[in-house]
């Protein structure tokens, strides 16, 4: 095979895109995520402080700060 034709293959498949699906919970989850850590970092709370300090251990302190605000911007999120 031409290295030109290979060449020109691989940069017409980066043009071809897949549309995906979300789903009303995924995104009901994504923003009651984003939403916690937004008011945990406005509220000055130590747990967002070690969330971002500890990179190591970002994503433990990220599911305690989620599951600390879940139910505060639970309703925000389903807006």
């Known amino acids: 095979m031409d290295l ?11 043009k071809r895109t897949t549309a995906t ?3 009303r ?5 994504k923003a ?3 939403l916690a850590s937004t008011q945990a970092r406005r509220r000055n709370d130590p747990l967002y402080k070690k969330m971002i300090y500890h990179r ?3 994503y433990k302190y990220r599911e305690l700060v989620h599951q600390k605000y879940e139910l505060r ?7």
């Open 32 to 34: 009651t995520g984003h």
């Open 56 to 58: 190591e251990l970002y």
């Open 25 to 29: 919970h995924t995104k009901i989850l």
């Open 21 to 23: 699906r979300v789903t």
């Open 4 to 14: 030109d034709k290979l060449i020109e293959e691989m940069l017409e498949e980066s």
């Open 73 to 79: 911007v639970i309703g925000a999120a389903r807006r």
